[in-house]
């Protein structure tokens, strides 16, 4: 076991102009929350959807969006990224483990600043009480499992699991999304924020991600 767990080469498969398109898509991110504060009222009529959703469900559906509301706890994100860390390091490498981690937990944590400089007021929930959390724009919930699915994707690369497990988790960032509107804790323009930031927060980190090991890579040899 202990040979598995090599250095290897730490540069994560990425797109052309990776940190470009995820600056592109950072301020993409939150032009689309100031639009969805400035025009507020316009916002808060998107509420019917959660309206709908709620109207509509079913108790397995209540069941699956209480289990994924715990999908952005702290110790559920941190337990998710080191079993994530160590499955990468036994295949690939420790610092492609490492990278993993850090492009999907860094990706997340990033849009944080979105939301508090959008500052968007979070809807009162369908039980009358108001949600933990201060802001509304973006979702981290599904700004967390967008990134995941960046990461996720990068270090597959080349391997048949690839696009099967990208699917899986593109499918679970949507569930996760419908969980928030079915609990009436978002509006839907935060489930968009959350996709475009999860992708964009894990394409600035992986972007920088690879340069630093590049940079180290040269300064060694």
């Given at each position: 076991?202990?040979?598995?767990?090599?250095?290897?080469?730490?540069?994560?498969?990425?797109?052309?102009?990776?940190?470009?398109?995820?600056?592109?898509?950072?301020?993409?991110?939150?032009?689309?929350?100031?639009?969805?504060v400035a025009n507020l009222e316009w916002t808060m009529s998107t509420y019917i959807v959660d309206e709908y959703f709620y109207a509509n469900t079913s108790p397995f559906?209540?069941?699956?969006?209480?289990?994924?509301?715990?999908?952005?706890?702290?110790?559920?994100?941190?337990?998710?990224?080191?079993?994530?860390?160590?499955?990468?390091?036994?295949?690939?490498?420790?610092?492609?483990?490492?990278?993993?981690?850090?492009?999907?937990?860094?990706?997340?944590?990033?849009?944080?600043?979105?939301?508090?400089?959008?500052?968007?007021?979070?809807?009162?929930?369908?039980?009358?009480?108001?949600?933990?959390?201060?802001?509304?724009?973006?979702?981290?919930?599904?700004?967390?499992?967008?990134?995941?699915?960046?990461?996720?994707?990068?270090?597959?690369?080349?391997?048949?699991?690839?696009?099967?497990?990208?699917?899986?988790?593109?499918?679970?960032?949507?569930?996760?999304?419908?969980?928030?509107?079915?609990?009436?804790?978002?509006?839907?323009?935060?489930?968009?924020?959350?996709?475009?930031?999860?992708?964009?927060?894990?394409?600035?980190?992986?972007?920088?991600?690879?340069?630093?090991?590049?940079?180290?890579?040269?300064?060694?040899?």
């Amino acid at each position: 076991m202990a040979k598995k767990f090599q250095m290897g080469t730490g540069v994560l498969s990425a797109p052309r102009g990776a940190f470009l398109w995820g600056l592109g898509g950072y301020i993409l991110t939150a032009v689309i929350g100031f639009i969805a504060v400035a025009n507020l009222e316009w916002t808060m009529s998107t509420y019917i959807v959660d309206e709908y959703f709620y109207a509509n469900t079913s108790p397995f559906q209540e069941w699956l969006a209480t289990i994924l509301e715990d999908i952005d706890r702290y110790d559920v994100v941190a337990v998710i990224l080191i079993v994530m860390g160590i499955l990468v390091s036994i295949w690939r490498g420790w610092l492609a483990g490492l990278g993993s981690m850090v492009v999907a937990g860094a990706g997340w944590l990033l849009i944080a600043g979105v939301k508090l400089v959008v500052a968007e007021p979070r809807p009162v929930a369908f039980d009358g009480s108001t949600y933990k959390e201060a802001l509304s724009y973006p979702s981290g919930h599904v700004t967390f499992v967008m990134a995941l699915t960046v990461a996720v994707c990068v270090v597959l690369a080349g391997s048949r699991w690839r696009w099967p497990v990208v699917i899986f988790l593109c499918l679970l960032t949507l569930a996760t999304g419908w969980s928030r509107l079915l609990l009436g804790v978002h509006y839907p323009m935060d489930i968009v924020g959350g996709i475009v930031g999860g992708l964009s927060g894990a394409f600035l980190v992986l972007g920088v991600w690879n340069w630093f090991i590049r940079l180290v890579t040269r300064k060694l040899h």
